[in-house]
């Protein structure tokens, strides 16, 4: 039952963790076990002990009763105070005891039975027609290991043959089973269904002691046993938790199997497959995968059966912790292996990841440049060691830093992982890696120092960006110096360097080689001196910058190659020549200029009243006429701009969008193009706000829609791209890429920030709106920032209501986040929290976030969403607040944890599902009133800060 690393190791608290009910060994009613009185050497056996053996509800029952009066005494050692054995037939009964606190009964059937009723029906049906030989069963008053130099030959014989001849055995206070199994029914065909025969294990299962006599009596009579027992208040609280028994079976391998698994394919060892009652079902160990060496990655997966046994994949998940040495490589092999095709995962590209079948091509092309960049666990996990108690498997969720999530989550199934990075002799900081139904991504970035030509060593920002899928394999570093563009790009097998010349700096490099294990950035760079270039040819050098880019290649960038010092003298003398030709000239000029001045002068000093009084007339007519033939000019370019049917027209059109005076706005929507929707684009602000691009006698909204989003413009007061991303933090976190920021801005503003009440432009706020008009909180609700945009833009802007910030600070800000999915019904505690923040709450939970409550500082309470039961409530002291929520969430909240300004931690509430986040409160601020969705359970929660929104 257990190796040299104690492969049958239930520690007191993994049976109280995971417990079931041995219903069919258990008897309506205890029997007494008389032992023989007269028998010198017979062993003092404790009452509840003998009582207990009672219960067992075996074929052999009768033949136990008689032998525990034929036990006899036989040497042992090692701390053991008695040893004592008897056989009859197939049933051995062996007593140990080591001080007056520890008994231990052993009893072995030493024969092929059929598999026993253990279990609740769901995972008896799925148990099937499994068998159980050379069955062991142990009842135990304390946890006691059993060397084999300890064992009696026929017990040894037995764990030879049978329990693959492990050295040790372990038992836990309490009773507790073992068998050699051979799996029939449903759970052997899903164990061969992942490459593991099913008849090369043990299987393990353990209830907590005591016994309860009855089961319909529930945990009493177990208690009463308890009382009589050297450890009485843990055997009387281990007695309540039988009460509720839960199945819990585990399948073991002998000690160095290694399975070959099919799905996914990974060799699998020191592994362990369990069921329970609720029929999840999975394993865990060291896994090896194809291609990653010898590295040992700890595995654990799980998934729930279908009533008939078989893995529903709908909501699979797998957890990996890497070792210290993992690279880029590493992880696309790992996502390679995820390509495993399952007809139950046919419509999500037939892998654990979505579409990963489509891009394991490309990505493996690109194992060369992946294999140079070293992740880092930033807590790499100890050493796991099936059965040894030294090398546990670790519980901690910080070890694990890969996971891969089945389709019930966002965007599932995908994979996704993080850590540190190091590539090609630079550390980049912090990355994430997904793959899924976008390609392949990860992205970091990093201040560096190194040396760009006659520059030195320089510091500047290096972004390092991977993006692989079926169309593209584009690996890159990119960074800039004063207008000089660092390139670092990666193909399979060779890397290229580029770094443009600028009119500062007139000088390039260009270079490519091979990529090699040992290639370090700064090496190449320190090889490189660099080339001038012609300051005439670079873009933008002109007048005084020309000069000065030539005087920097005849000083000091005299000595690199390229364009030469001696040109660079022979352009000076030109500017030189010219410049005192310009002089005289200017001289000259001067003088005859003096001369005429002094008579325009005088002539000028008489006309001046005249001319002053007729300009001030003139030009407040020229503005009344101006503005009066801008308005013509305007309404003539709407009216052209109204008609037109080209593609940018038919989408301002379909978004719902309108010119001013000839329509209302319909309900925002985004449209076939985002960059039309209402609150992004209005014709009129265009038009009055970009003069250079009516004057350009363009159509605004093909301007708009092919140049100035892109530039960076403002195309309506209530939304600016640039101004929502430089704002909000999260929405710089998911938007990085520098070529797609804005875009990514505009979709987030679209899909949440408008009814987040974020706001979307230095001029406009929602959140000030509502607050500022009580008609439209008493129409609209006071958070409903979706319906109140409407009223602004379709009636509040031509009413000359003021939707201004009422505060002007730009950010960054912690910008209101949801978290959780789509379920139940939208609630939001906004009327009873009127702006203030959480001081307490109340929540109910086990896998997942049950029901919530929250305390704010007006005193009042909020409503219950989802279901309150087995509360716990928290109350933060004085001066307290919660500044960060980390929390778990997919198709609904898994678990919340709340942390405060004095660095208390509250929860976690909930359990292990779902992905890990993070919110925190903006700088200075707290946690503020709290909304979300909910129905049986809480669905959705959403956070937001006190202060600007």
Not at 273 to 301: C, E, H, M, P, R
Not at 752 to 760: D, K, M, P, S
Not at 781 to 809: F, I, K, T
Request: charged content about 20%.
């Amino acid at each position: 039952m257990a190796s040299s690393v104690t492969a049958a190791r239930f520690s007191v608290s993994r049976i109280l963790k995971k417990t079931f009910t041995l219903a069919s060994f258990l008897l309506v009613a205890s029997l007494a076990i008389q032992q023989s009185a007269h028998a010198s050497d017979a062993p003092n056996i404790k009452p509840a002990l003998k009582k207990m053996l009672g219960g067992l509800a075996l074929d052999v029952k009768d033949d136990l009763q008689k032998m525990v009066s034929d036990l006899k005494k036989t040497s042992c050692g090692g701390g053991l105070s008695g040893c004592y054995s008897t056989s009859k037939g197939k049933v051995q009964l062996y007593f140990f005891t080591s001080n007056s606190a520890q008994q231990t009964f052993i009893i072995v059937v030493d024969k092929q039975i059929s598999m026993p009723k253990l279990f609740g029906n769901k995972v008896q049906n799925v148990m099937g027609q499994t068998s159980l030989r050379s069955l062991m069963i142990s009842i135990s008053t304390a946890e006691f290991d059993l060397t084999t130099a300890r064992m009696p030959p026929d017990l040894k014989k037995v764990v030879d043959e049978s329990y693959f001849g492990v050295s040790s055995l372990n038992f836990a206070a309490g009773a507790q089973m073992a068998a050699r199994a051979n799996l029939g029914g449903p759970i052997k065909l899903t164990m061969e269904s992942l490459g593991v025969r099913a008849d090369q294990l043990t299987m393990r299962a353990a209830i907590v002691m005591p016994i309860p006599m009855d089961i319909s009596s529930g945990a009493g009579t177990g208690i009463d046993v308890a009382s009589e027992m050297a450890d009485g208040a843990t055997m009387k609280q281990a007695g309540a938790k039988a009460a509720m028994p839960e199945a819990f079976v585990e399948f073991q391998f002998a000690p160095g199997s290694r399975l070959p698994m099919l799905l996914p394919p990974v060799t699998l060892t020191d592994a362990t497959f369990f069921i329970n009652n609720s029929l999840t079902f999975g394993y865990k160990g060291n896994a090896q995968f194809q291609g990653v060496g010898d590295k040992k990655i700890l595995l654990q997966f799980q998934t729930p059966l279908t009533p008939e046994g078989a893995m529903d994949f709908l909501d699979f998940n797998f957890r990996m912790a890497t070792p210290a040495s993992f690279t880029m490589e590493d992880a696309a092999r790992v996502i390679v292996a995820m390509a495993s095709p399952d007809a139950r995962l046919a419509k999500y590209g037939g892998g654990f990841i979505r579409g990963v079948g489509s891009f394991k091509e490309p990505l493996l092309a690109m194992a060369k440049p992946l294999a140079m960049f070293k992740m880092k666990n930033p807590n790499p996990p100890p050493e796991y060691k099936f059965g040894d108690a030294s090398k546990p498997w670790p519980d901690n969720d910080k070890y694990f830093n890969i996971i891969v999530l089945g389709p019930l989550a966002d965007g599932g199934p995908y994979y996704a992982s993080g850590g540190q990075v190091a590539a090609f002799g630079q550390t980049l900081g912090w990355t994430d890696v997904s793959a899924g139904v976008n390609g392949y991504y990860n992205g970091a970035g990093a201040d560096v120092s190194l040396r760009l030509g006659p520059l030195g060593k320089v510091p500047f920002r290096l972004s390092q960006e991977t993006r692989i899928d079926m169309k593209r394999q584009d690996m890159a570093f990119r960074g800039n110096l004063a207008g000089q563009k660092i390139g670092i790009v990666m193909g399979p097998t060779k890397m290229s360097i580029e770094v443009n010349a600028s009119c500062i700096n007139p000088f390039e490099i260009k270079t490519s080689l091979e990529i090699k294990p040992t290639t370090d950035l700064a090496q190449i760079f320190d090889a490189e001196g660099g080339v001038n270039v012609d300051p005439s040819k670079i873009t933008g050098c002109i007048g005084k910058e020309l000069e000065a880019a030539y005087r920097k290649i005849a000083g000091e960038y005299k000595n690199l190659s390229g364009y030469t010092a001696d040109m660079a003298n022979a352009e000076l003398k030109k500017i030189s020549d010219a410049a005192l030709i310009a002089t005289k000239a200017a001289e000259d000029a001067a003088k005859k200029a003096a001369a005429e001045s002094q008579k325009a002068a005088e002539d000028a000093a008489k006309a001046s009243q005249k001319a002053a009084e007729d300009a001030a007339k003139a030009a407040q007519k020229a503005a009344d006429d101006a503005r009066k033939q801008y308005e013509q000019t305007k309404n003539a370019a709407r009216d052209v701009a109204n008609k037109a049917t080209n593609a940018a027209s038919n989408a301002f059109r379909d978004a719902g969008n309108a010119f001013k005076r000839l329509g209302k706005k319909k309900k925002h929507k985004k449209g076939p193009d985002p960059k039309f929707a209402a609150s992004v684009f209005d014709w009129d602000y265009y038009y009055d706000k970009y003069p250079d691009v009516v004057n350009a006698k363009v159509d605004l909204k093909e301007h708009w829609m092919n140049n100035g989003f892109n530039e960076g413009r403002q195309g309506s007061p209530e939304f600016s791209a640039t101004y929502y991303w430089n704002r909000y933090l999260d929405v710089q976190a998911a938007c990085p890429t520098p070529s797609n920021k804005l875009q990514c801005a505009l979709q987030n503003w679209l899909d949440e920030g408008i009814a987040l009440g974020r706001q979307g432009s230095a001029d406009v706020s929602m959140q000030s709106y509502l607050n500022r008009y009580s008609d439209l909180q008493n129409a609209f609700g006071v958070d409903n920032y979706d319906d109140a945009l409407d009223h602004w833009m379709n009636y509040g802007e031509d009413e000359n209501r003021n939707a201004r910030p009422d505060s002007d600070y730009a950010g960054p800000v912690a910008g209101p986040r949801r978290a959780g999915g789509g379920g139940g019904g939208q609630w939001s505690d906004a009327a009873q929290c009127r702006n203030t923040y959480v001081i307490g709450f109340k929540t109910s939970s086990g896998k997942r976030l049950d029901g919530v409550q929250f305390l704010y500082a007006n005193g009042q309470w909020g409503g219950v969403h989802g279901k309150l039961k087995n509360t716990q409530t928290v109350m933060l002291a004085a001066g307290e607040y919660i500044t960060r929520v980390d929390y778990r969430s997919g198709g609904s909240m898994d678990a919340v944890t709340f942390i405060s300004n004095q660095g208390r931690t509250f929860g976690r509430y909930g359990g292990t599902g779902g992905g890990a986040n993070s919110y925190s409160v903006t700088p200075g601020q707290k946690l503020g009133c709290m909304a979300g969705r909910s129905g049986s359970e809480v669905d959705q929660l959403i956070f937001s800060s006190t202060g600007p929104r």
